[in-house]
Nanobody
């Protein structure tokens, strides 16, 4: 079992920045990758950015590449999502998750999820 606890998020004006954090505990050694996803009501969950726990290799969805940056601190067992240049379409619930399987941005591979955090971008 892996416990996933998120923090951060909130409201920001267009063009602003926010940073999300996600700390894991439990069977941390089983985690291959950690990722950030978002999902709105009635929408499918969208993979945004993932990072390999061992190598630090990253992958991004085209919708956020160049604006969002994922990073990790393995000492703190924490992964971060720095979000810059936020725009109203980025408004959504954001989730952190872990996978023991593979370096993939497909949410189907992720089995432990955080509680979600709201990000709202409006003027």
């Amino acid at each position: 079992q892996v416990q996933v606890v998120q923090s951060g998020g909130g409201s920001v004006q267009p063009g602003g920045s926010l940073r999300l954090s996600c700390t894991i505990s439990g069977d941390v050694a089983s985690v291959v990758a950690m990722g950030w996803f978002r999902q709105g009501a009635g929408s499918e969950r969208e993979g945004l950015a993932i990072i390999s726990r061992a190598s630090g290799a990253t992958s991004y969805a085209g919708t956020v590449e160049g604006r969002f940056t994922i990073s990790r601190d393995n000492v703190k067992n924490t992964v971060y999502l720095q979000m810059d240049g936020l725009q109203p379409p980025d408004t959504n619930m954001y989730y952190c998750a872990t996978t023991p399987l593979t370096h993939s941005i497909d949410p189907m591979y992720y089995n432990f999820w955080g509680q979600g955090t709201q990000v709202t971008v409006s003027s």
